[in-house]
């Protein structure tokens, strides 16, 4: 082991595990959470960077905690970037049947068919233009993230018809989506038909799952 990888390692895993957890005043148990995961990566990464430039054992360590320092901030702040617009979407969706899921520093919704479309058809219904007005109030505060648009269907019926059918279904979300602010350079629309289920389309609960349209929200880091 080098000098310098004997100098970061401490540090950085100092940093992470602090970082990383909280503790709940009220039961005293320690918690994970991202914003310090965020933090504690920033804090080796940048721990790493600052202390592998210039030369001397001295200036590597003072650069090492300088970007330690730094590196915590830039994760940390996009950790609470996704966790505030987080809070703001699970307030918003419910009661619409549309679910939240955190993935990592990744916001998930996933939106069934049976709340956005008819069958077989790509126009939005009443209840999905009520609820992605919601969405869009809180995407046009968050600007600094990536809005992905994925429509999936079943295994029923042509393949090809299906691609299409969930192409236009990603599509009416995006439209949508940007006739109401959100800017369409943050917009990607996609369609996988029948080629990403998430239950079996043996039976029609699975199938019921399969047909949905997920817009997933990635921190841009720019923020």
Known sequence: MSRTTRLIAPLAAAVILAGCSTTDPYTGQT???????GAGIGAAVGAAAGALSGDGA??????????????????????VYMDRQEEQLRESMQGTGIGVER???????????SVTFGFDSSELTGSATSALNDVANVLTQYPETRVNIAGHTDSTGEAGYNQ???????????????????????????????????ASNNTEAGRAENRRVEITLTPTGQG
Do not use: C, H, K, W
């Open 31 to 37: 918690d994970r959470n991202n914003t310090g995961i």
């Open 164 to 198: 299409q059918l969930s192409e236009r279904r990603a599509q009416a979300v995006g439209s949508f989506l940007g006739g109401r602010g959100v800017a369409s350079s943050r917009l990607v629309v996609s369609g996988y038909g029948e080629n990403q289920p998430i």
């Open 58 to 79: 001295t200036s590597r360590r003072d650069r090492a905690l300088i970007g330690a320092a730094a590196g915590a901030a830039v994760g940390g702040g996009v950790g």
């Open 103 to 113: 993935q990592g520093d990744n916001i998930v919704l996933n939106m069934p068919s």
